[in-house]
């Protein structure tokens, strides 16, 4: 019998990717497109990362990002590719707001375009991660250099060696994957300066109640709720009921981050009842707690290159315009722009 030819290892990639959100998915397509060997690293199990769709009781509910807007021309032109393809559509040109002491307003008049996927928020993710090699389930636990290269070390003790990394989990959590890279103290300094609000996501089903008639209401004075969607309104299947999603106030959040998820999820209810009458009497209810939600503070640069062949970027990134689905994926382009021209 012939012994089994040995295998050989695949060669190691130009560059490493750490998170399959818009930025990394964004950044690794752009690389390859130039014709650098990439690799995404991404911890969970899914593409998309804040651009997040579950599936509960049946429903495709969008627990994360809720909608994208786009100011950016290069932007506007990706999204026209994914409106032509279905992947996204106009959901709504602006949205009520409510409050107590005023009731309901009107949306603003002349509001841009709010987009959302019929199929949910994560096929952005996977639209941008097609052809590209997606590690799920990896979920990196240092950055470090290693004889003129960088070694990503892997839960599990797994390492990996490219000559270019991109981090782009949110800004504390890239800091302490670099906690063993000599980073100049101001550039530190820069980083530790993006703030990130936290919120609580309540999904809650009731498949016997007509949705309303708007496609999400903001609360702008409201202490513990901030936003309320119909997230039905974003899909192709009529009649399936109602499906709302509450997004918590970063105050609120903050207070009950660590209290039992029931009693959290019980008292959001209670508050959108006063919006939407019988919300606190749902079919089904899901929750996610999310630490880093909205960059609040992101860093004046649009990407960062913070060694040679270490870039930082996502949503933390590209000053007041900084904290949203657009800004990740421009970041994303920026920082595949820094990596491009660092020579091997
Ligand atoms: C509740 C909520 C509501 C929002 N609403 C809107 C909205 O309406 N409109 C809008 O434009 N934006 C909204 N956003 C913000 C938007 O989702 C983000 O700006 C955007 O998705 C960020 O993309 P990103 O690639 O920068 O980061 P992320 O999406 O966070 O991607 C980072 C990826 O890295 C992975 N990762 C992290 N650490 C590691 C590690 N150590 N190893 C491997 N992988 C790792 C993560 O799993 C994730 O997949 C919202 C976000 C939240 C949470």
Request: charged share 20%; proline share 9%.
């Amino acid at each position: 019998m012939t012994p089994p030819a040995p295998t050989t290892p695949p060669p190691p990639p130009d560059v490493l990717v750490i998170g399959a959100g818009i930025a990394g998915l964004t950044a690794a397509r752009a690389l390859q497109r130039e014709g650098l060997a990439v690799e995404v690293l991404e911890k969970s199990r899914g593409v998309g990362g804040r651009a997040a769709t579950r599936t509960v009781h049946g429903a495709r509910v969008d627990h994360g990002a809720q909608f994208f807007t786009a100011r950016d021309p290069g932007f506007q032109r990706e999204v026209d590719g994914w409106l032509r393809d279905g992947v996204a559509r106009v959901w709504a040109e602006g949205f009520p707001s409510w409050s107590a002491a005023g009731g309901w307003r009107d949306p603003e008049a002349g509001a841009n375009p709010r987009y959302a996927c019929p199929g949910g928020m994560n096929a952005l993710g996977k639209r941008l991660a097609e052809r590209l090699a997606v590690t799920r389930g990896a979920r990196a636990v240092a950055v470090r250099p290693s004889d003129g290269a960088w070694e990503v070390e892997l839960e599990g003790g797994e390492r990996r060696r490219a000559s270019r990394v991109a981090v782009t989990a949110p800004v504390p959590q890239a800091l302490e994957l670099l906690s063993a890279v000599d980073l100049p103290s101001a550039l530190r300094d820069g980083l530790e300066g993006v703030a990130y609000a936290p919120c609580f996501a309540v999904m809650a089903g009731y498949p016997y109640v007509p949705a309303p008639a708007w496609p999400g209401v903001r609360l702008p004075d409201h202490p513990d709720l901030a936003w309320i969607a119909n997230d039905g309104a974003k899909r192709d299947a009529g009649g399936g009921g109602t499906v709302l999603v509450l997004h918590a106030t970063a105050d609120f959040t903050r207070r009950r981050y660590d209290d039992p998820p029931g009693a959290v999820v019980a008292d959001l209810l209670r508050a959108a009842s006063a919006v939407v009458p019988g919300a606190e009497r749902p079919a089904w209810t899901d929750h996610q707690r999310w630490r880093y939600a909205l960059a609040m503070t992101p860093h004046p640069e649009r990407a960062l290159l913070a060694a040679e062949g270490l870039v930082l970027c996502g949503d933390g990134f590209g000053g007041e315009s900084g904290g949203r689905l657009e800004s990740a994926y421009l970041s994303g382009l920026a920082a595949a722009a820094l990596l491009g021209e660092v020579a091997d």
